[in-house]
């Protein structure tokens, strides 16, 4: 399949024969309550880069179609699976039945550096949660993870954005295919 650029993607909407052709990696994206919808389409347009199977958007989070996200998403949104669920903990709950391993990434108490995922604590198909801008990934969530990781901050903030946090352990878990 011939890659495109911005343009060709906002105007190129997938035919129903052109997804079939992606090979897609066992890596699903969870937002959990996700606000900003320009974090939205920037974390489609990650999940185009990386070949997630799915994006899950949950709560309160705006989707497709949004001509917002669209902006930021370049199109992606079009070309990447993803679905709405109102309960991130019913979702969750039903990914891990079909044996999906439950990463969040979050500033916690028992959270581990994100350089330490390696093969030996990382299974897949494998879904990342990602959560509020202000709030992080809620509570409950926390609770039914089976690992939470963290990138490790150097400066005076306590995070980094939503978009580059998933980038970031995104790449990390890619290594470990």
Known sequence: MQRMNSKQLRRNPPKADDMKHIKRNPIYFILDNVLDTYNIGSIFRLADAVATEKVYICGESEYPPSSRIHKAAVGTEEWVPWEHSNSVTHLIGKLKKQGVQIVA???????????????DNLRFPVALVVGHETTGVSKEVLEKADLIIELPMFGINNSLNVWGSLAIVSYKVIENL
């Open 105 to 119: 990434i979050e500033q916690d108490v028992k959270a581990v550096d994100y350089r330490q995922l390696t093969i």
